[in-house]
């Protein structure tokens, strides 16, 4: 039986790895072996306590920071090996699921818009807990 802080504190380190490795392979087994713990058992822990499983997690750190590229004038091939995605395929999927578009026609809407981020973001499906 975890006690809340043993909770809290393992669910804080696997959102620190989230956002520090989220360019690398990060998988459930890799963290449940970095925190010396079954990944069933944090997987579980971490949907409960966040309310999104590991993955869906590690998708919205990386797309957060694909906007942030996207914004700055990235190339959209080098954003989508920045943030990790080994398929320029699947970070489309996975952008157009969550911000109802591809990333050239946000990159457009943001030229159309001089440049300025869309004042209301894109999804409230990507909201990262803090």
Do not use: W
């Amino acid at each position: 039986m975890l006690t809340p802080t043993l909770r809290h504190d393992l669910v804080t380190r696997m959102l620190q790895m989230i956002r520090t490795d989220y360019a690398e392979l990060v998988t459930l087994p890799k963290l449940a072996a970095a925190l010396d713990r079954p990944p069933a058992a944090l997987g579980s822990l971490f949907r409960r306590e966040v309310g999104m499983t590991a993955r869906e997690c590690l998708t919205r750190v990386r797309l957060a920071h694909a906007t942030e590229l996207i914004q700055s004038g990235v190339k959209i091939e080098a954003v989508a090996l920045i943030v990790g995605y080994r398929s320029k395929k699947n970070f489309y999927r996975q952008f157009r699921r969550h911000f109802q578009t591809t990333p050239k026609a946000y990159r457009r809407s943001l030229e159309m818009a001089g440049g300025v981020p869309p004042t209301q973001p894109p999804s409230p499906a990507l909201h990262i807990p803090a």
